[in-house]
């Protein structure tokens, strides 16, 4: 370590707090001329301020650049309007992307809220539910690269290597293709996300689970609820507020896949998602118009996923 | 309605733990049975039997005449008040009540009738579109007992639906429930530690410890003729006075002071070899001052160590011969800490126990 990094180093250890604690007495120093009703509401304002300059500088700054670029050209060089969500909006390959991320988004989403929730609720009813669960976790821990390499030898073509097509040859059927056929290859690509993510949503609403109490439960079926009746009317409701954050939390994974696509097809063979089409235009035809217009569309997506999130927010606060 | 019939219930858990031990007992239709017994003697697990949410390891356990160790829970025409109350924290009080109408599939307006009726009992008509986290303790409570008795089933199980109650709340759920029975004499079994709570409202008790069934009777019959030492002291506040004292003929040496028995008791006294020792028990309430000489009572002196004052009565705490002696005796009597006086128990209130047995030697 050099002394300029070292000196980098303490200057970030101690300046930050010293920062902090200076910017405080600041404020202090600011409001004291107010009246004391008038500091209380104007200090947390005051404090927040940082926060707001931080987000404004990393968020909100580079939303409007990018907002900026997607109607230039190419090189960022000149105004071009609309062109490049025309150009966008008037390309096939565009549409096809579009519909292959709502793939991902309904069915993987979907899959693995319920894969989940089912395996969460049998594994809460059997002994060795530790075991289960681990071993369904596990994928979680794996990089999507890895996971992408791992499915890659599973949908292999050559029966000898591919597991699927092992399978399929014991049984005396033609191997298949697996990745090259549109809309097979795409739900495959969604088997893998599912694999890895089955156990995240396993885990959070398992923990929601355990909060709901056996007593409740026992109440429901000495009521005459069937176990069905049961999971449907108690345990169903009682987790929807796990079950929202889990959902949430997939569909913005859904909506930002790209991992998994990139190592297994590259987006090609009509597997390309918003996010692998947003690298093809940005690092591989450099056109950053095009490559921000994507990202403008991604953006306003996840928007009304945001606003849901924030409503629900507000509404268990109101709960308290 | 319907009986309740424990064929020797047993509950294991693993090897070890035996939560209920040969248990057999018959609750009677219409009757109010209150399982009494101190903490993890098995009231709950029992109850839980019944209830059909623990399996019976052994034994039957019949409804009315219906075996029904392999029905389902909302097969076996039951409710169950919880301790927790368990009410369903999503839906409204109404709809808390109508849930197991509307699983059996009763029509909207057969179930608003019974969900009014129920809350008109209970008193909680202007709570129908609350959340329970909207209610107090004893509304809650009310709400889980209102639960139980929509649903109209042949037997009620209560496990301590009191013990989250503040005591005078707890005093005056306690008269509701004992009315609500009276109203619908529907066959109940509840659960409680509490002997005052058994005492007060079971038609009859059944007293339980480690999982074996004590004695079961009127709450008269315990407490008049306890069939052992565990339930004399169990049954009754205070408790039994217990002391050991040595068999001589029909009479009892206790310390320097000979009881001269009478009846039953000299019986009792009797039946034991000379020399031999037997525990003899008996209630505060019952001890009096001796005056005069009365060949139906027993007596002993005492020396006053503590004088608790009640109001219109006195908790005499004494040392009789090396035991301490617990009295309840009416606050006009004067008594001084310090003061020696005779006590004295009337015949019939003295209760003899084998020491080894445990077991009541009288009757
Ligand atoms: N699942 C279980 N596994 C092992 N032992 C258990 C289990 N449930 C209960 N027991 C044991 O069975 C015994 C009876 O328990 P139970 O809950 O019936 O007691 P209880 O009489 O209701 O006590 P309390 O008044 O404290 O509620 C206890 O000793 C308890 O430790
Ligand atoms: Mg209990």
């Known amino acids: 370590m050099d002394f300029g990094t070292l000196g980098f180093a303490v200057l970030a250890i101690v300046g930050v707090p010293a920062v902090t604690v200076l910017y405080i007495l600041a404020t202090e120093w600011l409001v004291r001329g107010l009246p004391e009703r008038r500091r209380a509401t104007i200090r947390p304002w005051l404090w927040l301020l940082p926060a707001f300059a931080f987000l404004g500088v990393y968020l909100i700054y580079p939303m409007i650049q990018t907002a900026i670029l997607s109607v230039m050209d190419r090189r960022s060089e000149s105004f071009v309007g609309f062109d490049n969500y025309l150009g966008l909006f008037g390309n096939d390959s565009f549409w096809l992307t579009i519909a292959n991320t709502a793939m991902w988004l309904v069915l993987f989403t979907g899959i693995v809220i319920v894969i989940g929730l089912i395996v969460a609720v049998l594994t809460d009813r059997v002994r060795y539910e530790t075991g289960v669960k681990a071993l369904i976790f596990i994928p979680m821990a794996i990089s999507f690269v890895a996971a992408g390499v791992i499915w890659g030898f599973m949908y292999e073509f050559d029966p000898d290597i591919g597991t699927l097509n092992a399978g399929l040859a014991t049984v005396g059927a033609e191997p298949q293709s697996w990745l090259t056929e549109w809309p097979r290859n795409t739900v495959m690509l969604i088997i893998v996300g599912i694999w890895m993510w089955v156990g995240f949503a396993m885990v959070i609403l398992s923990a929601g689970l355990k909060g709901i109490s056996t007593e409740l439960l026992e109440a429901a079926r000495i009521d005459g609820a069937t176990e069905l009746q049961v999971f449907f009317r108690i345990i169903l409701p009682l987790l929807a507020p796990t079950i929202a954050v889990v959902g949430t939390t997939i569909v913005i994974t859904a909506l930002k896949t790209f991992d998994i696509v990139f190592v297994m097809t590259s987006g090609n063979f009509d597997t390309e998602v918003i996010a692998s089409l947003f690298y093809r235009a940005r690092f591989i035809n450099g056109d950053v118009g095009s490559a921000s217009a994507v990202a403008v569309i991604l953006l306003l997506a996840i928007i009304p996923v945001m606003l849901i999130n924030i409503r629900r927010f507000q509404q268990q606060e109101a709960m308290r | ?363």
């Open chain 2, 1 to 363: 309605m319907a009986t309740v019939t424990f064929d020797h219930i047993y509950k294991r858990y693993g090897q070890d733990v035996i939560a209920v031990n040969d248990l057999n007992l018959e609750v009677k239709d219409g009757e109010f049975l209150v399982l009494v017994g101190p903490s993890g003697c098995g009231k709950t697990t029992a109850l839980r039997c019944v209830a059909g949410l623990e399996d019976i390891s052994d034994g039957r356990l019949l409804i009315g005449d219906r075996v029904v160790n392999n029905v389902a829970p909302k097969d076996r025409d039951i409710a169950m008040v919880f301790q927790s109350y368990a009410l369903y924290p999503h839906m409204t009080v109404y709809d808390n009540l109508a849930f197991g109408l509307k699983l059996r599939k009763m029509n909207k307006a057969e179930i608003d009738k019974r969900v009014k009726d129920g809350a008109g009992i209970l008193g909680l008509e202007k709570f129908l579109d609350r959340k329970p986290k909207a209610l107090s303790g004893g509304q809650r409570q009310r709400v889980a007992l209102g639960r139980a008795i929509v649903r109209e089933p042949s037997v009620f199980l209560m496990d301590e639906p009191l013990s989250n109650l503040d005591a005078k709340l707890r005093v005056q759920t306690r008269a509701e429930i004992a009315r609500l029975h009276q109203r619908l004499g529907t066959t109940t079994i509840y659960v409680t530690h509490d002997q005052v709570e058994a005492m007060t409202m079971g038609d009859r008790i059944c007293v339980m410890k480690d999982g074996l069934l004590q004695q079961v009777g009127s709450p008269q019959e315990l407490y008049d003729h306890p069939v052992n030492i565990f339930v004399a002291g169990f049954i009754g506040s205070p408790s039994m006075n217990f002391a050991t004292t040595k068999s001589e003929g029909k009479d009892l040496i206790f310390g320097g002071a000979k009881l001269e028995l009478t009846g039953a008791q000299a019986r009792a006294a009797e039946s034991r070899p000379d020399g031999a020792q037997v525990l003899i028990g008996f209630r505060p309430e019952h001890i009096e001052i001796a005056n005069g000489q009365d060949g139906s009572a027993v007596r002993f002196p005492a020396k006053v160590d503590v004088v608790e004052y009640l109001g219109n009565e006195e908790l005499i705490h004494a040392q009789a011969e090396g035991n301490e002696v617990v009295a309840l005796l009416p606050s006009d009597r004067k008594v001084g800490v310090g003061d020696n006086v005779d006590l004295a128990v009337p015949m019939e209130k003295l209760h003899i126990f084998d020491p080894e047995s445990e077991k009541t030697l009288v009757g």
